[in-house]
């Protein structure tokens, strides 16, 4: 791990900046949105914007890298970043926010594609897997680390929206001083969904139903704090003990993949998060519960992102990982872009407390369609290849999770080279 951070610490800063700058601007939106008297559905628009932009730039930034080059991609989409930061307290309107985000969604993303190439280049096969480890550390602290900002930082004015304007700024110094412009860049033309299903049907249903769950995390934690009526830095706190779980259950729940039936692991997974959810739901107004259920979704659902892609790939060849790892982000998308608008429907409908209940409803279903499955396809059968579990977060994109199926290619070959000799 000390080998892959000397040798790409100044692209790990620029990482932690970028990601503690899109923390920031998620947070704040919701509660200045919620401070200028946006309905919960205006904030809801707002919150799904992003998760659209993303969508389309996962799709469209491997084309425009190809066509004009990693440096001019990442330098436009941070321009556009940092002017659509400083934007948003200017032009306060929900249109003109539902814009930004498309905006800010779609950089992002092309931002995370490009560093992703310049950190797959940059490590060797050997230290490939451990980049892919503190890559993912990096995304969890940047975000958390956003949260502590936000608690010390006064919403209603400027600063707050400024400093992630100049964090994102700063990111490229390090980044584009320090590692070789032009990384080779290539992405797998993703499966088409039917395959994708056909292959894997609870890795599908899974994947969609957990792209609501992070963005109601990403995007509505915050509205939900303040509409429950938490202080800024209660709010703060709230979000963190989301994704501090979620990092520290990461390789936990990783090394019980390996050694046991992983659908069964992923049914347990998903029904302890729906029961967490409901603590909050059940008891509301308290606190420390409200805490505890944030610590229990974010610990469930983020590990059992990974846990999905797995479990799918113990169905493919080898060859066929990287196609269906991007068929499986475009479902995961689909979901996040529905998110917020549920969630927000069911705040306005049953109240503040919908925000539990959607949360449930999705982890449950993961896990009861999981027990479905059961019936259909016995695991007891299957006589394929288990597949290593690797850590991978759900704010990456393909790139980075192509990358995790290349260590364990790469790691099948050589241990089938060693067994050869």
Not at 170 to 182: E, G, M, N, W
Not at 269 to 281: E, P, V, Y
Not at 378 to 393: K, Q
Request: hydrophobic share 55%; net charge neutral.
């Amino acid at each position: 791990m000390f080998q892959v951070l000397s040798g790409s610490w100044a692209l790990f800063l620029g990482l932690f900046l970028f990601m503690v700058g899109n923390g920031l601007q998620g947070t704040l939106l919701g509660l200045r949105g919620d401070q200028e008297g946006f309905s919960t559905f205006a904030l809801s628009l707002v919150m799904s914007a992003y998760f659209l932009g993303f969508l389309f730039s996962s799709r469209f930034t491997p084309r425009l890298i190809r066509r004009v080059g990693h440096v001019r991609v990442f330098a436009a989409m941070g321009s556009l970043i940092s002017a659509v930061l400083i934007m948003y307290p200017t032009l306060v309107e929900p249109w003109a926010w539902i814009i930004g985000r498309v905006i800010i969604g779609f950089c992002f993303c092309g931002v995370y594609i490009t560093a992703e190439s310049w950190l797959n280049d940059s490590a060797t096969n050997e230290t490939r897997g451990k980049a892919l480890s503190l890559y993912m550390i990096v995304q969890m602290a940047g975000i958390v680390f956003a949260q502590f900002i936000v608690s010390r930082g006064d919403v209603s004015g400027y600063v707050l929206f400024i400093i992630p304007s100049v964090l994102v700024s700063l990111a490229f110094a390090p980044i584009l001083l320090s590692v070789k412009p032009t990384p080779a860049f290539a992405t797998t033309k993703p499966m088409t969904i039917r395959q994708v299903i056909a292959a894997s049907p609870l890795a599908c249903v899974g994947m969609f139903m957990l792209g609501g769950v992070f963005s109601a995390q990403f995007g509505m934690s915050a509205v939900y704090g303040n509409r429950v009526g938490l202080s800024v830095g209660q709010i703060s706190l709230f979000i963190s003990a989301i994704y501090v779980s979620a990092l520290f259950l990461q390789y936990p729940i990783g090394w019980l993949s390996d050694r046991m039936d992983r659908r069964a692991l992923i049914i347990w997974i998903a029904l302890i998060g729906g029961a967490g959810s409901l603590i909050a739901f059940f008891v509301p107004g308290n606190y420390v519960l409200i805490v505890i259920s944030g610590a229990i979704v974010g610990g469930t659902s983020n590990p059992l992102y990974a846990l999905l892609i797995a479990y799918a790939n113990d169905y493919l060849e080898k060859e066929d990982m990287a196609a269906a790892s991007g068929g499986l982000l475009f479902i995961n998308g689909l979901g996040a872009i529905m998110g917020p608008l549920i969630v927000g429907w069911m705040m306005d409908s049953i109240g503040v407390n919908g925000f539990w209940l959607f949360t449930a409803i999705l982890m449950f279903a993961i896990g009861v369609y999981g027990l479905y499955r059961a019936t259909q396809r016995s695991r007891a059968d299957f006589e394929g290849e288990t597949v290593p579990y690797t850590a991978v977060s759900a704010a990456s994109t393909p790139v980075a999770v192509e990358v995790a199926q290349e260590v364990y290619i790469e790691a099948d070959a050589s241990e089938s080279q060693t067994h050869g000799q």
